[in-house]
């Protein structure tokens, strides 16, 4: 009996020590990712009411509360087929033009982050429905890290920040190529210069003829 007690209490120690050694590996492995999203957030968030089809810009502050910088490399909306980070910077010929971020945009450690019309911004391009005053389009934020902020932004009516693309941004002609925020193609598109501007109504028969 004493000699099955002692081998009892040997195995039974045993046991214990191999449950403790399996027990810490899983917690390790188990261990939650860092999720840059925690630390960041946006304040004053607000879009450009626009039309079906259309675009537009949104804008707002970002804020790292967080003890490292934060990247936001992309974004995307329910609300349009495309979103891009844009910034607006001095071209070649020393106009003010929209283009692409390299980079995306860099929320400093314990700072914060403009987006405002005229300088960085989300574009959100061929929007699914018109975005009028008063509406809220969500908007995803995606971080180096591949973690996500949803941002939800009211739109409002707002006529300035109508800055021109820059050349070779891959953009067409007949759409944001020649486009602007505030009034889209429609402020550049053959509306002002078609040929009922210009054609032979003037000048036609009509105005010189023997009627």
């Known amino acids: ?25 899983p917690a390790a492995e188990t261990a939650p990712a860092p999720d840059d999203a925690a630390a960041l957030s946006m304040t004053g968030a607000w879009a450009k009411a626009a039309e079906a089809d259309g ?51 860099v929320v400093p450690a314990g700072s914060d982050y403009l987006l405002e019309p005229g300088a960085s911004h989300l574009m959100l391009m061929g929007l699914t429905d018109g975005l009028l005053a008063g509406d809220t389009v969500t908007i ?6 591949g973690s996500t902020l949803d941002v939800d932004a009211v739109a409002k009516d707002f006529a300035g920040g109508n800055e021109s693309y820059g050349s070779g941004e891959g953009h067409d002609a007949g759409g944001h190529g020649a486009g602007s925020h505030g009034t889209e193609t429609h402020g550049t598109e053959t509306h002002g210069t078609e040929t009922h501007g210009t054609e032979t109504h003037g000048a036609e028969t009509h105005g010189t003829a023997d009627h």
């Open 55 to 105: 675009m537009t810009g949104a804008f707002g502050t970002l804020e790292n509360s967080g003890d490292e910088d934060l990247t936001i490399v992309a974004a995307s909306s329910p609300a349009a087929s495309t979103v891009e980070l844009h910034e607006v910077a001095m071209d070649d010929d020393g106009a003010m033009v929209m283009r692409e971020i390299e980079g995306g945009f």
């Open 140 to 145: 995803t934020l995606e971080l180096a890290d």
């Open 1 to 25: 009996m004493k000699k099955f007690t002692l081998a009892a209490a040997v195995l039974a120690v045993s046991a214990a020590v191999l449950t403790g050694c399996g027990s810490s590996n």
